[in-house]
């Protein structure tokens, strides 16, 4: 399905930290990024009216058991829900990857020399989702690429077209899409 229409998903951040306040051995000493990313802090709590779709200020997506019952009744493959143990809600993880273009714009910044990754990693605005000749089903995505800047990194969500009109149509909060260049 070349040409097809997709959405990267921009959640808003819920005001929380999902790390504790002594992080030591969570995130690496140099650049602090998250060395452990099934790492569930057993005391976290959402804000309140936190949205049904959102991210920690440390880069963990949060989702409500509403988002939840969602994917799991449209059969979606490749998203795994964690229980957080003081909440009802859950941490999500997408494991169904598109990869990203490397345009010369994407910019690699401040390689940690403790863990080999980038402390900063930025230019969405730059990249292209090169979609397989097979294209893309309904369900979540997301990207090859983690973007952001120290323990804010992340991958970006991306939705088809028809994935974005079925969460929009079931009113969930925190879903705003952005076209995604294919």
Request: glycine share 6%; proline share 8%; aromatic share 10%.
């Amino acid at each position: 399905m070349n040409g097809a229409k997709l959405f990267f998903i921009v959640d808003p951040e819920n005001g929380a930290h999902m790390l504790p306040d002594d992080d030591t051995g969570l995130v690496c000493p140099e650049c602090t990024r998250l060395l452990n990313c099934n790492y569930i802090n057993p005391k976290f709590k959402v804000p309140k009216k936190c949205p049904d779709i959102s991210h920690t200020y440390d880069g963990f997506q949060v989702v409500s058991q509403k988002f939840r019952e969602i994917i799991e009744t449209e059969g979606y493959q490749g998203v795994e829900f964690i229980s957080i143990p003081a909440c009802p809600f859950f941490l999500m993880r997408v494991t169904n990857v598109l990869e990203f273009s490397r345009p010369s714009e994407l910019k690699f910044e401040d390689l940690c020399h403790s863990c080999g990754r980038y402390a900063s990693v930025w230019g969405l605005l730059h990249v292209k989702v090169i979609v397989p000749f097979s294209g893309v089903c309904e369900g979540l995505y997301r990207s090859d690429i983690e973007m952001g800047y120290r323990q804010s990194i992340a991958p970006i969500l991306i939705v088809p077209e028809a994935t974005k009109l079925t969460l929009k149509k079931n009113k969930l909060t925190g879903v705003e899409a952005m076209p995604a260049p294919v």
